[in-house]
Protein backbone atom coordinates (compact mmCIF):
# COMPACT_ATOMS: atom_id res chain seq x y z
CA UNK A 1 0.00 0.00 0.00
CA UNK A 2 1.36 3.86 -0.68
CA UNK A 3 0.22 6.81 0.87
CA UNK A 4 0.31 9.89 -0.88
CA UNK A 5 1.01 13.48 0.46
CA UNK A 6 0.54 15.99 -1.89
CA UNK A 7 1.94 19.86 -1.32
CA UNK A 8 2.80 23.28 -2.87
CA UNK A 9 -0.53 24.45 -4.09
CA UNK A 10 -1.46 27.99 -3.41
CA UNK A 11 -2.27 30.95 -4.46
CA UNK A 12 -0.52 32.89 -7.68
CA UNK A 13 -0.99 35.17 -10.10
CA UNK A 14 -1.80 34.49 -14.14
CA UNK A 15 1.87 33.96 -15.63
CA UNK A 16 3.53 32.50 -12.51
CA UNK A 17 4.71 29.07 -11.12
CA UNK A 18 4.04 27.02 -9.18
CA UNK A 19 5.86 23.33 -7.67
CA UNK A 20 3.29 20.57 -6.22
CA UNK A 21 5.38 17.89 -4.54
CA UNK A 22 3.72 14.36 -3.70
CA UNK A 23 6.10 12.22 -1.15
CA UNK A 24 5.10 8.78 -0.91
CA UNK A 25 5.24 6.13 1.91
CA UNK A 26 6.48 2.70 1.51
CA UNK A 27 9.47 0.96 0.07
CA UNK A 28 7.96 0.64 -2.94
CA UNK A 29 7.72 3.92 -4.59
CA UNK A 30 9.87 3.15 -7.11
CA UNK A 31 7.57 0.08 -8.61
CA UNK A 32 4.68 2.57 -9.33
CA UNK A 33 4.00 4.98 -12.06
CA UNK A 34 3.08 8.09 -10.55
CA UNK A 35 0.30 10.81 -12.10
CA UNK A 36 -1.24 14.36 -11.39
CA UNK A 37 -4.97 14.93 -11.88
CA UNK A 38 -6.99 17.88 -11.23
CA UNK A 39 -10.46 18.43 -10.46
CA UNK A 40 -11.80 21.94 -10.90
CA UNK A 41 -15.38 23.00 -9.40
CA UNK A 42 -18.48 21.52 -11.14
CA UNK A 43 -15.98 19.27 -13.37
CA UNK A 44 -14.68 15.57 -13.04
CA UNK A 45 -11.06 14.78 -12.59
CA UNK A 46 -8.84 14.67 -15.60
CA UNK A 47 -5.39 13.92 -16.62
CA UNK A 48 -2.78 16.25 -16.46
CA UNK A 49 0.50 14.64 -16.75
CA UNK A 50 2.52 11.06 -15.67
CA UNK A 51 5.63 9.55 -15.17
CA UNK A 52 6.33 5.54 -15.54
CA UNK A 53 8.36 4.06 -12.86
CA UNK A 54 11.66 4.79 -13.51
CA UNK A 55 11.16 7.95 -15.17
CA UNK A 56 11.79 7.26 -18.42
CA UNK A 57 8.47 8.27 -20.10
CA UNK A 58 6.38 10.50 -19.33
CA UNK A 59 2.88 11.79 -20.90
CA UNK A 60 1.43 15.35 -20.76
CA UNK A 61 -2.36 16.62 -21.28
CA UNK A 62 -2.36 19.17 -24.60
CA UNK A 63 -3.71 21.73 -22.29
CA UNK A 64 -0.14 21.62 -20.26
CA UNK A 65 2.48 20.78 -22.97
CA UNK A 66 5.40 23.39 -22.34
CA UNK A 67 4.29 24.61 -19.42
CA UNK A 68 4.16 22.17 -16.80
CA UNK A 69 6.94 19.43 -16.31
CA UNK A 70 6.42 15.89 -14.30
CA UNK A 71 9.54 14.68 -12.24
CA UNK A 72 10.49 12.02 -9.68
CA UNK A 73 13.07 11.52 -7.28
CA UNK A 74 12.54 8.07 -6.21
CA UNK A 75 15.61 8.06 -3.50
CA UNK A 76 12.95 10.86 -1.89
CA UNK A 77 10.17 8.58 -2.82
CA UNK A 78 8.77 11.84 -4.62
CA UNK A 79 7.12 13.22 -7.88
CA UNK A 80 6.85 17.10 -8.61
CA UNK A 81 5.06 19.00 -10.89
CA UNK A 82 6.32 22.19 -12.14
CA UNK A 83 4.24 24.76 -13.44
CA UNK A 84 5.03 27.79 -15.25
CA UNK A 85 2.47 30.04 -17.27
CA UNK A 86 -0.32 29.35 -14.94
CA UNK A 87 -3.63 30.24 -16.54
CA UNK A 88 -7.16 30.84 -14.41
CA UNK A 89 -8.07 28.11 -16.01
CA UNK A 90 -5.43 25.76 -14.29
CA UNK A 91 -7.22 26.39 -10.89
CA UNK A 92 -8.12 22.81 -9.67
CA UNK A 93 -7.40 20.97 -6.74
CA UNK A 94 -4.30 18.84 -8.03
CA UNK A 95 -4.37 14.82 -7.03
CA UNK A 96 -1.25 12.51 -7.42
CA UNK A 97 -1.97 9.28 -7.72
CA UNK A 98 -0.01 5.68 -8.37
CA UNK A 99 -0.59 3.01 -10.36
CA UNK A 100 0.97 -0.25 -11.22
CA UNK A 101 -0.04 -0.04 -15.15
CA UNK A 102 2.69 0.98 -16.73
CA UNK A 103 1.99 4.82 -16.67
CA UNK A 104 -1.60 6.12 -15.68
CA UNK A 105 -3.23 8.86 -18.05
CA UNK A 106 -6.86 8.13 -16.98
CA UNK A 107 -8.27 8.09 -12.93
CA UNK A 108 -9.53 4.09 -13.54
CA UNK A 109 -5.80 3.27 -13.68
CA UNK A 110 -4.97 5.06 -10.26
CA UNK A 111 -4.66 3.01 -7.42
CA UNK A 112 -3.91 5.24 -5.14
CA UNK A 113 -4.66 8.75 -4.59
CA UNK A 114 -3.75 11.59 -2.47
CA UNK A 115 -5.77 14.12 -0.45
CA UNK A 116 -5.15 16.48 -3.07
CA UNK A 117 -4.00 20.45 -2.93
CA UNK A 118 -5.73 23.76 -3.98
CA UNK A 119 -4.37 25.82 -6.91
CA UNK A 120 -5.61 29.16 -7.66
CA UNK A 121 -4.68 31.12 -10.27
CA UNK A 122 -5.64 34.69 -10.47
CA UNK A 123 -5.83 37.17 -13.53
Known amino acids: QVQLVESGGGLVQAGGSLRLSCAAS????????MGWFRQAPGKEREFVAA????????SYANFVKGRFTISRDNAKNTVYLHMNSLKPEDTAVYYC????????????????WGQGTQVTVSS
Open 97 to 112: GASLTLIATIPYDVHY
Open 26 to 33: GRTFSSYA
Open 51 to 58: ISWSGGST
